[in-house]
Nanobody, 124 residues
Framework: QAKLVESGGGSVQAGGSLRLSCVASSSGDTNTMAWFRQRPGQEREGVASIFRGGGIPYYADSVKGRFTISKDSAKNTIFLQMDNLKPEDTGMYYC??????????????????WGQGTQVTVSS
């Protein structure tokens, strides 16, 4: 089983940038990896996803053009570069992985493995 560990969260002002990282302890069950977030009072939602072997990533409409997901397959690591951050991006960000090849972001229950989360706070 893959254990996922996120890092890189923090507090920034609106318009700023953060880069999140997620390291998987193994490549097993990580054919699709994704970033989800849970904003205060809301359900967990998919932000971006990517196939471990490459291909076109998927993004939520709310982050297109501002967030970029990338991977380093050799290091079982994915990244989320977040630019032009907005206060509404505030929330807990989670890394997720599944052995399935998901078309689109999928739902939270499509993913088997989860990290512990990293907090992102954007002030206006």
């Amino acid at each position: 089983q893959a254990k996922l560990v996120e890092s890189g969260g923090g507090s920034v002002q609106a318009g700023g940038s953060l880069r999140l990282s997620c390291v998987a302890s193994s490549s097993g069950d990580t054919n699709t990896m994704a970033w989800f977030r849970q904003r205060p009072g809301q359900e967990r939602e998919g932000v971006a996803s990517i196939f471990r072997g490459g291909g076109i990533p998927y993004y939520a409409d709310s982050v297109k053009g501002r967030f970029t997901i990338s991977k380093d397959s050799a290091k079982n690591t994915i990244f989320l570069q977040m630019d032009n951050l907005k206060p509404e991006d505030t929330g807990m960000y989670y890394c997720a992985a599944t052995a399935d090849f998901l078309v689109g972001l999928g739902r939270a229950n499509n993913y088997r493995h989860w990290g512990q989360g990293t907090q992102v706070t954007v002030s206006s």
